[in-house]
């Protein structure tokens, strides 16, 4: 009884929001900017009537007062889509919309150009330092990382980190937790392959990985899945020897095309210690002689 209580209670909070919300963008869009022609019907107030955006998004105008007045009422994708199109809303606003009209919101998307926000990740980055920190694209591609990630992980920008991960020989023979952290990689890559099922690149990355390696196929047709968090990581550098790390994983909300990976040092392990002095000009230079070997 409580928690039909407490349901009820809910629904009745968000039909509230979804009213305010879509009077408000209602309010802020023009006769002009939805395209319709001047010369109109005298108005007391700015912005659109429920009927014009009925008429605009193709849906009937009772529906539209319903939906507007908050009441349970099926509603769909595609005429959400319509009415936020017509509301001029952003890709926060509609998935806000989808949200308080009681449906699995879309996946987000970035409302800036790709370069929003990369100078200060990589300020970001290399304040981290002397720890590693790189930044993935959707696809697991490297796009920014600062010199710890390069000196202790063998990374360069572009690199792939899956396909580092699974068929660079070098990286394997560095990653002490390989096969501990072997299904967690495979589980996180088919979580965000069923957010993007007909997404070209994630079709590519995911027949090279298949054709490349045994193990990720094996691991693949478990169909396990898990959203990406933090876990320990365990490695043998050649130049300072173990080194253990809590990697944490960082969605950013102004860009959530990208994922910024933080490497914390495990405490008590001499990993900070041994960052430092990787950090070191002469360790560096031996570092990178290694890299580049």
């Given at each position: 009884?409580?928690?039909?209580t407490?349901s ?24 002009a900017?939805?395209g ?8 007391r ?30 509603v ?27 449906l ?9 150009d790709?370069?929003?926000?990369c ?18 694209d ?6 920014g ?80 899945v ?32 990208l ?10 392990t ?24």
């Amino acid at each position: 009884m409580a928690s039909a209580t407490r349901s009820r209670a809910e629904r009745n909070r968000r039909g509230e929001e979804l009213r305010t919300f879509l009077r408000s963008r209602r309010a802020r869009v023009s006769p002009a900017e939805a395209g319709l022609p001047e010369g109109g019907p005298r108005r007391r107030t700015p912005g659109l009537r429920r009927e014009e955006v009925a008429v605009l998004a193709g849906v009937g105008a009772s529906w539209y007062q319903w939906l507007e007045q908050g009441r349970d009422i099926s509603v769909s994708p595609q005429v959400l889509d319509a009415v936020a199109r017509v509301l001029r809303m952003n890709p926060a606003e509609r998935r806000h919309l989808y949200v308080l009209a009681g449906l699995n919101p879309p996946l987000p998307e970035s409302e800036h150009d790709r370069d929003h926000l990369c100078a200060g990740m990589q300020r970001l980055m290399d304040g981290w330092m002397p720890y590693p920190a790189h930044i993935m694209d959707p696809y697991y591609s490297a796009v920014g990382l600062n010199e710890a990630a390069r000196l202790a992980f063998n990374l360069e920008v572009q690199n792939n980190c899956v396909i580092n991960f699974f068929c660079d020989a070098r990286y394997r023979a560095r990653a002490v937790s390989w096969e501990e952290n072997a299904p967690v990689v495979v589980a996180e890559l088919r979580a965000s392959l069923a957010e993007w099922p007909e997404d070209e690149g994630f079709q590519l990355l995911l027949e090279e990985l298949l054709e490349n390696s045994t193990e990720f196929r094996a691991l693949w047709e478990l169909g396990n899945v898990c959203r990406p968090g933090q876990r320990l990581k365990e490695l043998d550098h050649p130049v300072v020897g173990a080194l253990y790390f809590e990697s944490t994983t960082l969605q950013v909300p102004a860009r959530p095309d990208l994922r910024l990976i933080l490497h914390n040092p495990v405490p008590g392990t001499g990993t900070a210690e041994k960052l430092q002095r990787l950090a070191e000009p002469g360790v560096r230079r031996a570092a990178m002689r290694q890299v580049a070997g």
